[in-house]
């Protein structure tokens, strides 16, 4: 393959199929002639690798600011909390950047792999799972302890465009719709479905949702068509309302998020004490540092919550910066996306993007108490060893496709 650097701003191209250009969902390219491009490998994407870097330093600032009264109160060390963080953080960049330098190809052939390996993670926590905050969820090997439903996330992606990539002439047969939608529609639905199943028997409601989004989401880049989706999109709604509202403890969930102030003591406490965190930090905020929900009142306040003392302590301004930042990371994984000149890549590209963004969304929605409360992590954000490591490796696969694009010969 040829090597060229500074190819991050060519012009946006299609991916290239069996020598056909293909759209981000599928569809043949009219106007790209693909003998006036090569296909070509630089550096990473610098824009993308620039943000990466601003995140986990403005997170890691505000894990310290948020936590540092909780853990002297409860461990006697104000620094206890940041001190894991950052520690998760350098193992996270040591991966991100092993992962940067891995070989598409090697991402493609271990796809497969990742997605068993990960089945039996959850099947294992089911079994032999650490319990914590009420729910049996994570593996504890010794000093490691980490959470399977995570792990399951990543390797789903790989999964899913390893199979579209693979399949994609059966999945897509115009001439026998039989064959197209056994293997457009059914396989890629008994993958993700397989995954929803295991995490479901967690009792991990927010695990469900973000998995099946981004199953979906997958299905629809490759190319899938939107009636099926939205029919399949449906059902699935519809089997995670019925979770939630046949099932005690998310019922209670849904009647604290309807009602948080006639439960101030009882479930809805974080919630308000989140909302007053927000409120008082008005446009400018009251000072990093300066929080005052973080004492005892927004109770560990590093974790799901951290949103909320960044908008206390940084006021609008702050969010807003979080919201942008985010934004411009999604923004070039996009890009990078419309620029790979393989399907598999492209796939996985849209697929760890919309994760981030996706996450981003559901957890400020449920600091704001516009949907219940389902224990999501911002990411780079929020407190949290296995979360981390992952999103650093995803960020590290991406940067690793950004290294290939078409270019004009």
């Known amino acids: 393959m040829t090597e060229k650097k500074n190819m991050r701003n060519a012009a946006p191209t299609p991916a290239v199929r069996n020598g056909t250009a293909v759209t981000p969902r599928g569809e043949k390219s009219k106007e790209f002639n693909p003998d006036e491009y090569v296909a070509v490998r630089g550096g990473v994407d610098s824009f993308l690798l620039f943000t990466i870097l601003i995140l986990l330093a403005f997170g890691l600032i505000m894990v310290f600011s948020a936590s540092y009264a909780d853990a002297e109160t409860r461990y006697g060390d104000s620094f206890y909390f940041i001190k894991r963080q950052t520690a998760m953080v350098v193992i996270g960049l040591v991966f991100m950047v092993v992962a940067s330098r891995v070989k598409v190809e090697i991402y493609r052939g271990l796809a497969p792999l990742a997605y068993i390996v990960s089945a039996v993670l959850l099947i294992l926590v089911l079994f032999m799972g650490d319990t914590g905050g ?61 995954i929803c199943v295991l995490v479901m028997l967690e009792k991990h409601l927010s695990g469900i949702i973000i998995i099946g989004c981004i199953g979906l989401m997958v299905m629809f880049v490759s190319g899938i068509k939107l009636k099926l989706l939205g029919l399949f999109g449906g059902i699935a709604v519809a089997g995670v309302a019925a979770i939630a509202f046949l099932t005690d403890y998310t019922k209670r969930r849904i009647d604290i998020w309807q009602n948080p102030e006639l439960y101030p003591q009882d479930g809805g406490w974080q919630t308000l004490q989140g909302l007053r965190a927000i409120g008082s930090g008005g446009f400018f905020g009251l000072g990093l540092g300066n929080s005052r929900q973080k004492y005892s009142y927004v109770s560990q306040p590093q974790n799901d919550f951290i949103f909320t003392i960044t ?61 219940p409360n389902t224990g999501i992590s911002l990411p780079f954000f929020s407190y949290g060893g296995t979360a981390m490591v992952v999103q650093l490796v995803e960020m590290g696969t991406l940067l690793a496709i950004s290294r290939y694009s078409l270019q004009k010969r």
């Open 134 to 194: 009420g729910a049996q969820r994570w593996i504890e090997l010794g000093p490691l302890r980490f959470q399977p439903s995570e792990i399951a996330k990543y390797s789903l992606i790989l999964t899913l465009a390893w199979y579209y990539s693979k399949f994609h002439d059966k999945a897509f047969d115009v001439k026998n719709p039989r064959i197209s939608n056994w293997y457009g529609t059914m396989i890629p639905l008994f993958l993700i479905g397989g």
């Open 311 to 371: 908008c206390e302590e940084l006021g609008f301004i702050g969010a807003a910066a979080v919201i942008i930042l985010f934004s411009i990371l999604v923004w070039r994984g996009v890009v990078i996306a419309l620029r790979t000149p393989d399907r598999f890549s492209q796939l996985v590209a849209i697929g760890i993007s919309f994760k981030v963004a996706l996450q981003v969304v559901l957890n400020i929605a449920v600091v704001t108490n516009s949907i």
